[in-house]
């Protein structure tokens, strides 16, 4: 097993290339992280009806969720105890029951094995048929709406494991009295690491100023917050959180006079929603950024979730579903779609913009060198608080810092060192430990000076002397 220790440091904001490139990296992670966490399958309105079912993906192991006769929900691995086949080859659909193509062995929507060809000729012996039923994920729970399994009997409970990253993804998922449904699922391949990808909602928003800025002008007509002439936002300061289990997000603040969409009909609906959408969730959580729930569920701002599953370390598979409110006029459904697909799809402004960096970012790491090369994490924010009021969990005031990506690499590190949910849980509880880091960094030039301290008393400056120390034998250790 590789010890993650030696390549990835939240408190000394260092993580190593070596983890988006190794082969043996890549399939401990399958191990370690994909086998024992909670990953979502699907939203209750892609299994309208008894039978309904979808196939999809925990790390590489190919499942089948599917609607049971009395509305609940299961899901087990999409391969034949036979010869290992798929049983089900459609993407989703529904059915009363499930046949492998190779020799015909068919299950029942629970996963149970059901009849086999030729079964008593073949079998003159006997085959008990109890014992071959296709192998099923054992924790299945839903979060109001939102279907995740493990394979991990031992992990905590879906909302413990959620933790306070809770009261952010209801921003998302809770806005409307009447629900939501996902529509128009895309999916896509790229030749880029899957963490590449999770990082950026979890994280980054600062580069959406420069690898967007082309898209953003060509949508920032009409807008008081865009400066034509340097061609980037003139954004307020906004917030980012993260949540001892490697979740995270970030967002801008309430920019007066957004960037506006194209589309007359979906800014005059969101305009009417939007006082009630205050009044269940607060003004605050009425403004959406980006989030990701670890270790690959990710939000977006414009009526979009994902989930990108890992195929190899050089390369990922994204799926993304348009996510509309259910009593919304069909119109503004397909307005929604639209947008969707002018920016977050295949083809999208900004996804291509995303796709060039992850693909050219991983191109360079097939090189020895670069592999060994460790990356920057250590743009710190400021005011970092823990459980502020209206901002629960781990939160900096600055939408520009990299600490829930080092709290997100720190949990990921801890997971992939093989300790227990127990221990996890004990490890991980209380402030993330990035917030034990020294935020002191230098700051955009409209940071308000108050946010930074102005004094650092002895004990302080020791530490981080040994912080500094510690990651230059860190940066040391890896490169050798």
């Known amino acids: 097993m590789v ?18 490139a190794d082969d043996e990296i890549y399939s401990q992670e399958l191990e370690q992280v994909w086998k024992r966490t909670w990953v979502f399958l699907a939203h209750e309105t892609m299994l309208p009806k008894k ?29 034949c105890r036979h010869r290992g086949m798929r049983i089900c080859r459609a993407d989703r659909g529904q059915a009363k029951s499930f046949m492998c193509s190779f020799h015909g062995w068919a299950y029942g929507l629970d996963g149970t094995l059901v009849s086999i060809p030729h079964e008593k000729t073949a079998y003159p012996q006997g085959i008990d048929k109890t014992k071959l039923s296709a192998v099923s994920v054992p924790r299945i729970e839903n979060y109001k709406g939102f279907i995740f399994g493990s394979w991990d009997e031992t992990i905590p409970p879906l909302e413990e494991y959620l933790g306070n990253a809770k009261y952010y993804l209801d921003g998302y998922i809770d806005r409307y009295a009447g629900g939501m449904e996902a529509i128009a699922v895309h999916k ?11 990082e950026q909602p979890t994280s980054d928003m600062q580069h959406s100023e420069i690898s967007h800025v082309s898209a953003v002008e060509a ?47 979906l800014i005059e609906w969101e305009n009417s929603v939007r006082s009630s959408i205050e009044e269940r969730l607060g003004e605050f959580r009425e403004v959406r950024g980006h989030m990701n729930v670890f270790p690959n569920f990710m939000l977006l701002g414009n009526y979009t979730f994902r989930v990108t599953h890992p195929r190899g370390p050089h390369e990922m598979e994204i799926w993304s579903w348009a996510f509309v409110p259910k009593d919304a006029p069909e119109e503004v459904k397909e307005a929604i779609r639209m947008d969707v697909m002018r920016t977050f799809s295949p083809g999208g402004m900004f996804e291509q913009d995303d796709a060039e960096n992850w693909e050219e970012m991983q191109r360079i790491l097939r090189g020895a060198k670069a592999r060994e090369t460790g990356f920057t994490y250590n743009m710190r924010g400021v005011d970092v608080s823990q459980d502020e009021d209206g901002y629960p969990g781990g939160s900096t ?25 127990e221990e996890l849980v004990e490890m991980r509880s209380g402030t993330p430990e990035v917030a034990e880091a020294d935020f002191s960094a230098v700051m955009p030039d409209d940071a308000d000076s108050k946010n930074i301290s102005a004094e650092i008393d002895i004990d302080a400056e020791n530490a981080k002397a040994a912080r500094i120390e510690a990651a230059a034998d860190t940066a040391a250790a890896a490169s050798s």
């Not at 790390?59 to 691995?77: L, N």
């Not at 896509?188 to 999770?198: E, G, M, Q, S, T």
């Open 3 to 20: 010890d993650m220790t030696k390549l990835i440091d939240p408190v000394g904001g260092y993580v190593s290339g070596k983890i988006f």
């Open 188 to 198: 896509w391949v790229l030749p880029a690491n899957w963490k590449f990808n999770v």
């Open 397 to 421: 005031a600055h939408v520009y810092s990299d600490n829930a990506a080092l709290n997100m690499y720190g949990f990921y590190r801890d997971m992939m060192n093989g300790h227990s949910w």
């Open 51 to 79: 039978g309904s079912y979808i196939q999809t993906y925990i790390g590489e192991d190919p499942v089948v969720v599917v609607r049971q006769k009395d509305g609940s929900v299961r899901a087990f691995m999409n391969q």
């Open 219 to 265: 949508l920032a007509s009409g807008s008081d917050t865009f400066d034509r002439k340097k061609g980037r936002e003139k954004i307020p300061t906004g917030r980012q959180f993260f949540s001892p289990f490697g979740h995270g997000g970030a967002w801008f603040g309430r920019r007066g006079k957004e960037i506006p969409n194209t589309t007359p009909s």
